[in-house]
């Protein structure tokens, strides 16, 4: 399994909640597109639609599940608009899986928007969420709970080309009563 190398924090702006809920464009090219807005209408290819995350078996995707790891529950996650959430009361070790919509390659630069509701739990731990495409994690952040609120938009590199319909898998381990949010996965630079 190889790891991503580098993510970073693109920063947030008041364009960002238009983005994050902007309507699916029609599909052209490797895969579908969508408005990225704020720039005029430029279109980005679209490599995983937030609202298209299904459940997976716990040791789906590159992480090793913990012994009392069980499939979540269907009220432990939804989708919403163009988002897709889970609710860590009742998907403690969360896998969903899909498979992506266009072909990516080695160092593709992708952007994505997290956003979490304040962070709770009774007992102070760290959260991962994650995702990866096939056995390659892309982009995995630890986060201090309980925590603040945040709207994170964020950026990753792929670690290794991936055709299309690869598995993309993503991943949160969370023990507190946390909600988790994630939009779509765009490549940045069309």
Same mark, same amino acid.
């Given at each position: 399994?190889?790891?991503?190398?580098?993510?970073?924090?693109?920063? *947030?702006?008041?364009?960002?909640?238009?983005?994050?809920?902007?309507?699916?464009?029609?599909?052209?090219?490797?895969?579908?597109?969508?408005?990225?807005?704020?720039?005029?209408?430029?279109r980005a290819p679209l490599l995983?639609?937030?609202?298209?995350?299904?459940?997976?078996?716990?040791?789906?995707?590159?992480?090793?599940?913990? *012994?009392?790891?069980?499939?979540?529950?269907?009220?432990?996650?939804?989708?919403? *608009?163009?988002?897709?959430?889970?609710?860590?009361?009742?998907?403690?070790?969360?896998?969903?899986?899909?498979?992506?919509?266009?072909?990516?390659?080695?160092?593709?630069?992708?952007?994505?928007?997290?956003?979490?509701?304040?962070?709770?739990?009774?007992?102070?731990?760290?959260?991962?969420?994650?995702?990866?495409?096939?056995?390659? !994690?892309?982009?995995?952040?630890?986060?201090?709970?309980?925590?603040?609120?945040?709207?994170?938009?964020?950026?990753?590199?792929?670690?290794?080309a991936q055709p299309a319909g690869?598995?993309?898998?993503?991943?949160?381990?969370?023990?507190?009563?946390?909600?988790?949010? !994630?939009?779509? !996965?765009?490549?940045?630079?069309?």
């Open positions: 399994m190889r790891r991503a190398p580098r993510c970073a924090l693109a920063g *947030a702006g008041s364009a960002l909640a238009s983005w994050a809920l902007a309507a699916c464009g029609a599909p052209a090219g490797a895969g579908p597109e969508k408005d990225s807005g704020g720039d005029g209408g430029a995983v639609e937030g609202v298209r995350w299904r459940p997976d078996a716990p040791d789906a995707g590159p992480w090793t599940p913990p *012994a009392e790891a069980a499939n979540c529950t269907e009220e432990g996650w939804r989708t919403e *608009a163009d988002f897709f959430e889970i609710q860590s009361d009742l998907c403690v070790w969360g896998v969903f899986s899909q498979p992506l919509l266009g072909d990516v390659a080695e160092g593709d630069r992708l952007r994505f928007v997290l956003w979490t509701e304040e962070l709770w739990a009774p007992v102070p731990y760290t959260a991962t969420f994650a995702f990866a495409f096939g056995d390659d !994690i892309v982009w995995e952040q630890q986060f201090d709970v309980p925590g603040d609120s945040r709207i994170l938009e964020l950026e990753a590199w792929a670690p290794a690869t598995l993309a898998t993503l991943h949160l381990d969370n023990h507190g009563i946390n909600s988790w949010r !994630i939009n779509d !996965i765009e490549l940045a630079d069309p």
